[in-house]
């Protein structure tokens, strides 16, 4: 269930802004944005070694990470491939929530884990709702999947 009070989301927005991994979202939202966004994202622990959501998953949540670590990999039929860590300030889940196709990879926390979870769901009441920030919610994925795609060594890692 979703929270009808705004959530703190102070740690969330620290690392996303401080964060210096190449293919990390840079912070286009102002501080009223995060606020009027809060009431939509959910509260996500992960412990070390739990699943997110895996590889041929259908759903289409954006995931927003706030600390801890987590590996995006798939299985072939030799082993396990990771294809990327990622950490504070990371989001995942860019792949399927844009082209609305099974999730490409199993993304499991390599340490315990916070996230803030966007479900496509909520993401179509955004829009709705407050336009400017749907488009800004695009925006910071968008340079995501943009960046992933880019990256010839982890192209496949957008999940």
Not at 7 to 25: C, E, G, W
Not at 72 to 101: C, M, N, T, W
Not at 120 to 137: D, G, K, M, T, V
Request: hydrophobic letters at 45%; one cysteine or more.
């Amino acid at each position: 269930m979703f929270a009808s009070t705004p959530q703190d989301l102070s740690a969330l927005v620290q690392a996303m802004t401080t964060s210096v991994a190449t293919d990390t979202a840079q912070n286009v939202l102002s501080a009223a944005q995060w606020e009027l966004l809060a009431p939509y994202l959910q509260p996500i622990n992960l412990a070390a070694s739990e699943v997110l959501f895996a590889e041929g998953a259908l759903d289409r949540n954006l995931y927003m990470v706030e600390y801890g670590s987590l590996s995006v990999h798939y299985q072939d039929s030799k082993e396990r491939i990771r294809l990327a860590l990622v950490g504070p300030g990371a989001i995942v889940g860019e792949g399927a929530f844009f082209a609305h196709r099974p999730r490409k990879a199993t993304v499991q926390a390599a340490a315990p884990s916070r996230l803030w979870c966007l479900t496509a769901l909520r993401y179509s009441e955004i829009a709705n709702r407050q336009p400017a920030l749907a488009l800004a919610l695009l925006t910071m994925a968008g340079q995501v999947l943009a960046r992933r795609a880019g990256d010839s060594r982890r192209r496949v890692a957008s999940t």
